[in-house]
């Protein structure tokens, strides 16, 4: 800061700033104070989650699949769950806590929310059934994809040069989306204009 | 004249309106000036309305719409249509109650009313907001016959709001602040890192689009705005921000808005929408409806920084022609270019290329996809191909 | 901190919602995707309407509404609440039996539908509309305390249309052709007379306004835009143009919007609005809610070209200091301009000055008065004058 | 024209225009076959107009008064009038033809509209009750205003500099809008911001 404010806004109390630092990252900083294991969660997912989820995180209908798709990422069919994509256990507690359950966010305890991302994580073999995940532990969980992101290189596909004339590129029809016919019935038509 | 079947433009002309005749409205009176104290469109165009793609997602409040991008005829989308994204629904709040708190590496950290944030300096700046996924669906083939399915998800509005900058500094940021978080007050908590170098850079805190309050499903009563990235970031009914020395590694920039390369690996914090463009009209909403003189008109943008050239191929990209670009041009705001041209009923395989003022160039879909494969979800900014048939009526395709 | 009696700002913050506690909204879904599929303002925006004043006209279909500006943060009026001024009430006309005729000194009088006119080159342009009437209750003395009321004959949108240059020289203006007359297609059949110099300038015939249709009681489907021009020759559900060698003195441009000298003569085609600029905020309708720093807002324009600089001043005219622009500053487009001030609880004077690129200068009210007397009814553009009173709220006053 | 058209639109046939080409010029171009005189017109004049305008045009309630004020428009309450402002008769009669009757716009005939220009005219003491204003004479009425207008001198009222410092102006409260309290109530009153 260089000194010069406004004046204008009121300090945070660390009471305030309490109910509404929900955040969790990855080395475990504002992890709240609490623990749980898979079998905790377990009991928890099966109330809360495992109608939308699967009773295995195995997903339901079209929500979404939380276990499995190891090694699918480089396939044709790429799975991207916990196990399989997300580098960091915090992101779990991060997101559970203030999002989940759908429709009912921070409305878990801690020791709840960490006893869902130690069932997660459980589903996913990367903890074992009794393996705590706490405030102390979640900064130092070892996630399977930890090393599977890289650096954006963008921007990329750039043309050596932009053709104008004669330029050589492919004009044959390869695809229509008429033929695969999973567009909305009203498009939206055609009106006046 | 061309006109494809079942077309509303068909409509047949009440001769009873028609010169020498004199229509209803041309005698008696009209609605009065109490009619509507907030206007609404005409009822002749009922059909310019952001519209869903049911099967795209679970729930209809993690979801999304899609701007009529084929209705509109400016740069300035309205705001009654612009797009919406939400992963826990729109929330109603009220603004009397509403609160943004920031915390963290911050000399003194502080909760500020609305009213705290309009009483610093403000400007207003016209920017378009894309979300990452907008053409995502497209990524393996042509899919969605329809602009507003492949490009509607985006807007461009003006935004009025205080400087991000402004408020960080009210609060005093440390210096190993080198990141923060931005973290929503809707049922879905959404939450993004962004570097300080940004934050300080041109981003806002918003309270108004295109000179009124946003819109309840655009963030109201204020919305964080990143002018030039991902839609995702610009994090809506924003309630607080912490200032950290790393980022988050939130859901949203990890299990999704990550892009997943052929070789397995994903790039990571990929958050500058690339240049692009498309044809809006023609386009599978708005056919070809006669022979002769046609104009066709699209939108261009960069999270770059501006449009510098917009190329429109009639041909299937063998030949190009620069398009007319509409004045102004700005800063990360969208563009519309036009392009008169003849048909003859002839096919055409019309295309745009948009090319930034850092001489970055819209790709095809066969560069991209050497690059980066078919499940990058995100960040598609290939060159669309609409096919024109003898009909005049329009498909998308792909060309190979 | 001064509040003013009565204010709806005074409600108070429900605890409930504020930090540590955790509103509703952030915990249980919003509205689906699906909710609006046309969007409207949020509940607690329900004010920031359009109004009108009943005594002013005889009827409610030949009268005029006002944009709420006080509640305006950018230079973009939203659709919704864009003034509207009827002679005969708002027409509902039916795109498809839409026509345009152009007839008189021209080689061959045409009939163009919508789409003819959609299918020539077009572009898009921001432009201000002012009534010549704006302020016009003020000439006596100070009369309705509220912006809205004294300035909100005005909206500034961004057209999309025609050059209406385009059009003429389709049907051939012939030699002799040395103006046009507009007609509209409402039940008040508005016409006015305009110079050719002026229609093959930068007269468009719009069918957008900020990227949507027009609206209704805009002049949907066509309306003509008159950049810089008073509004009432901006002839919406445009019908007809005539090609003539002589004006028509029309009603409108005789017995109205003529400007009544003290020596009993009147001027004739006042066309021109001149430089004007108004603070929206502090205003009447915007008190000043708090001690210590605030922001000042306003509006300026000018149909004469860009608003080169607004001036503020606290002390009735005494000093005067520059204001910020919000960019970018347009030809005959409005300009927001922003200040920071500081209120101690002290009485303000608040005026703002306009400048136009032409050096011209929007003139106090005595400078005005002392030319043009009392009685001119259009064209007032003079300085306006807020009372800031010791409590924070604001009164429209009259200084001499 | 410059030949270079763009083929767009359709020939407007004459009997399109005529049906459109509702208005009438000073010169009297364009006014259609037809004629009246003031006491045909009072006939109409009474059963379609006096409610709203007066029975002797002198305008009732908030309506426009189409009658008198001779000589007012230096004084202190201009009137404005057919009679005391118009410069031009033909006004009459394309307004009165293409707006009126106020909500029956384009119903009445030639004639009809003729003879209620005569009408106007005749109350304002511009003709007889006998002159019978046609295609023929409504190009040659001379109305008292007609040389009432002068041309737009603007931009004036200019200051000779512009002040910035220390200005020599009055400052002095010497009208408030409050006390004049004319405003609407619900005036937008203060919300949010
Ligand atoms: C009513 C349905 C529902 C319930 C109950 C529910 N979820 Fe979810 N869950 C969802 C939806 C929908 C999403 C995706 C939201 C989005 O797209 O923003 C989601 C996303 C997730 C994700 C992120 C998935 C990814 O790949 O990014 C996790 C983890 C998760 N839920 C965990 C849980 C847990 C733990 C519970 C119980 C405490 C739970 N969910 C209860 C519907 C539900
Ligand atoms: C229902 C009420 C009503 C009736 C009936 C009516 N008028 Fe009017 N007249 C009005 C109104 C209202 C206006 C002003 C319209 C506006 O402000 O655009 C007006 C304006 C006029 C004016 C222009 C006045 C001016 O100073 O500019 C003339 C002339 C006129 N009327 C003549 C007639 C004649 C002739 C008839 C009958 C054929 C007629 N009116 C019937 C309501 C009426
Ligand atoms: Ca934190
Ligand atoms: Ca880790
Ligand atoms: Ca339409
Ligand atoms: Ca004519
Ligand atoms: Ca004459
Ligand atoms: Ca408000
Ligand atoms: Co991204
Ligand atoms: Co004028």
């Given at each position: 800061?260089?000194?010069?404010?406004?004046?204008?806004?009121?300090?945070?109390?660390?009471?305030?700033?309490?109910?509404?630092?929900?955040?969790?990252?990855?080395?475990?900083?504002?992890?709240?104070?609490?623990q749980g294991d898979a079998m905790e969660g377990e009991e928890v997912y099966l109330e809360q989650c495992a109608?939308?989820h699967g009773e295995f995180a195995e997903?339901?209908?079209?929500?979404?699949?939380l276990m499995g798709?190891?090694?699918?990422?480089?396939?044709?069919?790429?799975?991207?769950t916990p196990g399989?994509?997300?580098?960091?256990a915090?992101?779990l507690y991060?997101y559970i806590y203030?999002?989940m359950p759908?429709?009912?966010?921070?409305?878990l305890?801690?020791d709840q929310t960490y006893a869902l991302t130690a069932f997660i994580l459980w589903v996913n073999n990367v903890v074992e059934d009794d393996f705590v995940v706490s405030?102390?532990t979640i900064?130092?969980i070892?996630?399977?994809?930890?090393?599977?992101?890289?650096?954006?290189?963008?921007?990329?596909?750039?043309?050596?040069?932009?053709?104008?004339?004669?330029?050589?590129?492919?004009?044959?029809?390869?695809?229509?989306?008429?033929?695969?016919?999973?567009?909305?019935?009203?498009?939206?038509?055609?009106?006046?204009? | 004249?061309?006109?494809?079947?079942?077309?509303?433009?068909?409509?047949?002309?009440?001769?009873?309106?028609?010169?020498?005749?004199?229509?209803?409205?041309?005698?008696?009176?009209?609605?009065?000036?109490?009619?509507?104290?907030?206007?609404?469109?005409?009822?002749?165009?009922?059909?310019?309305?952001?519209?869903?793609?049911?099967?795209?997602?679970?729930?209809?409040?993690?979801?999304?719409?899609?701007?009529?991008?084929?209705?509109?005829?400016?740069?300035?989308?309205?705001?009654?249509?612009?797009?919406?994204?939400?992963?826990?629904?729109?929330?109603?709040?009220?603004?009397?109650?509403?609160?943004?708190?920031?915390?963290?590496?911050?000399?003194?950290?502080?909760?500020?009313?609305?009213?705290?944030?309009?009483?610093?300096?403000?400007?207003?700046?016209?920017?378009?907001?894309?979300?990452?996924?907008?053409?995502?669906?497209?990524?393996?083939?042509?899919?969605?016959?329809?602009?507003?399915?492949?490009?509607?998800?985006?807007?461009?509005?003006?935004?009025?709001?205080?400087?991000?900058?402004?408020?960080?500094?009210?609060?005093?940021?440390?210096?190993?602040?080198?990141?923060?978080?931005?973290?929503?007050?809707?049922?879905?908590?959404?939450?993004?890192?962004?570097?300080?170098?940004?934050?300080?850079?041109?981003?806002?805190?918003?309270?108004?689009?295109?000179?009124?309050?946003?819109?309840?499903?655009?963030?109201?009563?204020?919305?964080?705005?990143?002018?030039?990235?991902?839609?995702?970031?610009?994090?809506?009914?924003?309630?607080?921000?912490?200032?950290?020395?790393?980022?988050?590694?939130?859901?949203?920039?990890?299990?999704?808005?990550?892009?997943?390369?052929?070789?397995?690996?994903?790039?990571?914090?990929?958050?500058?929408?690339?240049?692009?463009?498309?044809?809006?009209?023609?386009?599978?909403?708005?056919?070809?409806?006669?022979?002769?003189?046609?104009?066709?008109?699209?939108?261009?943008?960069?999270?770059?920084?501006?449009?510098?050239?917009?190329?429109?191929?009639?041909?299937?990209?063998?030949?190009?022609?620069?398009?007319?670009?509409?004045?102004?041009?700005?800063?990360?705001?969208?563009?519309?270019?036009?392009?008169?041209?003849?048909?003859?009923?002839?096919?055409?395989?019309?295309?745009?290329?948009?090319?930034?003022?850092?001489?970055?160039?819209?790709?095809?879909?066969?560069?991209?996809?050497?690059?980066?494969?078919?499940?990058?979800?995100?960040?598609?900014?290939?060159?669309?191909?609409?096919?024109?048939?003898?009909?005049?009526?329009?498909?998308?395709?792909?060309?190979?």
């Open positions: 800061g260089d000194g010069l404010k406004l004046g204008l806004g009121t300090e945070a109390t660390p009471e305030q700033v309490k109910g509404w630092n929900i955040d969790v990252r990855p080395d475990g900083k504002d992890a709240p104070v609490g109608h939308c997903g339901a209908g079209r929500y979404p699949v798709g190891e090694g699918s990422l480089a396939g044709p069919n790429p799975v991207k399989s994509y997300w580098p960091h915090s992101t991060d203030r999002a759908f429709g009912n966010a921070q409305s305890t801690p405030n102390e900064g130092s070892e996630m399977p994809n930890a090393d599977g992101f890289i650096e954006d290189p963008r921007p990329d596909a750039q043309p050596e040069v932009v053709c104008m004339k004669d330029c050589d590129v492919p004009t044959e029809i390869v695809g229509r989306a008429a033929q695969i016919d999973v567009t909305p019935e009203d498009g939206g038509g055609v009106a006046v204009d | 004249k061309a006109f494809p079947a079942g077309a509303a433009t068909m409509a047949e002309a009440n001769p009873e309106n028609l010169p020498p005749n004199v229509p209803e409205w041309n005698k008696y009176l009209g609605y009065s000036v109490d009619w509507q104290p907030y206007g609404l469109p005409s009822e002749y165009e009922k059909d310019v309305v952001r519209r869903s793609v049911e099967w795209l997602t679970a729930t209809r409040e993690a979801s999304i719409n899609f701007t009529p991008i084929q209705d509109m005829h400016g740069f300035v989308t309205p705001n009654g249509v612009c797009f919406e994204r939400h992963h826990g629904g729109a929330a109603i709040v009220n603004p009397v109650d509403f609160r943004l708190m920031i915390n963290g590496l911050v000399d003194k950290p502080l909760v500020f009313t609305l009213q705290d944030l309009m009483r610093m300096p403000s400007v207003s700046r016209f920017y378009f907001l894309e979300c990452a996924a907008n053409s995502g669906m497209e990524w393996r083939g042509a899919q969605l016959n329809g602009v507003q399915f492949t490009h509607g998800m985006i807007h461009n509005v003006q935004y009025t709001g205080v400087p991000l900058r402004t408020v960080l500094e009210e609060a005093g940021v440390k210096p190993n602040g080198k990141w923060i978080m931005a973290e929503g007050g809707d049922s879905a908590g959404m939450n993004r890192s962004i570097p300080m170098e940004k934050a300080l850079d041109d981003c806002m805190l918003a309270w108004a689009m295109n000179g009124e309050a946003l819109r309840p499903g655009n963030g109201y009563p204020l919305r964080l705005v990143v002018p030039g990235w991902e839609g995702n970031m610009w994090v809506k009914w924003i309630r607080r921000i912490e200032v950290g020395d790393k980022p988050w590694f939130a859901r949203e920039e990890t299990s999704k808005y990550t892009d997943l390369m052929p070789n397995g690996k994903a790039r990571l914090f990929t958050w500058e929408m690339d240049p692009k463009s498309v044809i809006t009209s023609p386009s599978p909403e708005k056919p070809v409806l006669h022979k002769g003189l046609n104009q066709l008109r699209g939108l261009a943008w960069s999270g770059r920084g501006k449009v510098k050239r917009v190329d429109v191929s009639l041909d299937g990209g063998r030949n190009w022609q620069e398009a007319q670009l509409d004045q102004p041009v700005l800063d990360k705001s969208m563009v519309m270019f036009r392009m008169p041209f003849e048909y003859t009923g002839q096919e055409l395989l019309m295309q745009s290329r948009c090319i930034d003022e850092h001489g970055v160039v819209q790709p095809t879909m066969q560069a991209l996809q050497k690059v980066r494969g078919t499940h990058s979800v995100y960040h598609n900014n290939s060159i669309q191909t609409w096919l024109v048939n003898k009909n005049g009526e329009v498909e998308n395709v792909r060309l190979g």
